[in-house]
């Protein structure tokens, strides 16, 4: 991320090298035993038994943790009735009980973070990340704005790089549904300059003329 608080970044250039490791669906079954991570990415506070009697519930008869995380992908994109809205009740753990178990409205930190959570509360490794969707191509170049900016879960899965990328398995297309459980979050509209004219001066008025000298006679 290119980031200043006063000089514009306009004109500066970066390269990024980056990998995405594409794991099959069978491969990432054969991870699915606990991996020996940082502790704090199974962590959770005190939550509600409602919440852990859910996560219990949408992944019961899955044989290993692979196969329940996409149970929990499929309670967000297509079985658990949530609706994409930026209203929402706020960031406690009242808003998390809200958004799973009442509303289902949200959007992309809410769905994010309660994924993150049903997968923690179930032994899965997970953490939210935080940035931009690929923002829109203009031309030969890409143009991200705040408008693109997004939040997604992301689970662990030893051997593949840690944190698999957002994308499914390329074995399993159609078993499961795209790792991220939300349509695009969107920021702020960005705002629009209100149209001006320009104001037009008084016409000036009419500059009388000038006397003309006369010799005076006697």
């Known amino acids: 991320m290119v980031f200043s608080s006063g000089d514009l970044a306009s004109g500066l250039q970066y390269q990024v090298v980056s990998t ?3 794991p099959t ?7 699915s035993e606990r991996p020996e991570i940082d502790p704090r990415y199974v962590q959770l506070p005190e939550l509600p038994t409602l919440i852990r009697e859910l996560a219990t519930e949408i992944v019961a008869d899955s044989p290993t943790k692979y196969e329940a995380a996409v ?6 994109t297509r079985t658990g009735g949530f609706t994409y809205s930026l209203e929402t009740q706020g960031h406690n753990t009242e808003a998390l009980t809200d958004f799973l178990i009442q509303s289902r409205t949200g959007y992309c930190e809410q769905f994010a973070s309660a994924m993150a959570v049903l997968a923690r509360s179930i032994g899965i490794p997970a953490r939210v990340a935080i940035g931009y969707t690929g923002g829109t191509k203009i031309e030969s170049r890409w ?6 900016s997004h939040a997604w879960p992301e689970l662990y899965f030893e051997g593949w790089a840690g944190w698999p990328s957002s994308r499914r398995p390329r074995a399993a297309r159609d078993r499961a549904p795209p790792a991220s459980p939300t349509t695009r979050c969107r920021g702020p509209p960005r705002p629009r300059r209100a149209p001006t004219t320009r104001a037009r001066a008084p016409p000036r008025a009419p500059t009388p003329p000038r006397a003309r000298p006369t010799a005076a006679t006697g």
Do not use: N, Y
């Open 71 to 76: 149970k929990l992908q499929q309670f967000f």
């Open 143 to 148: 143009e991200v704005r705040t408008h693109d």
């Open 20 to 22: 995405e490791p594409e």
């Open 25 to 31: 669906a069978d491969q990432l079954d054969a991870s």
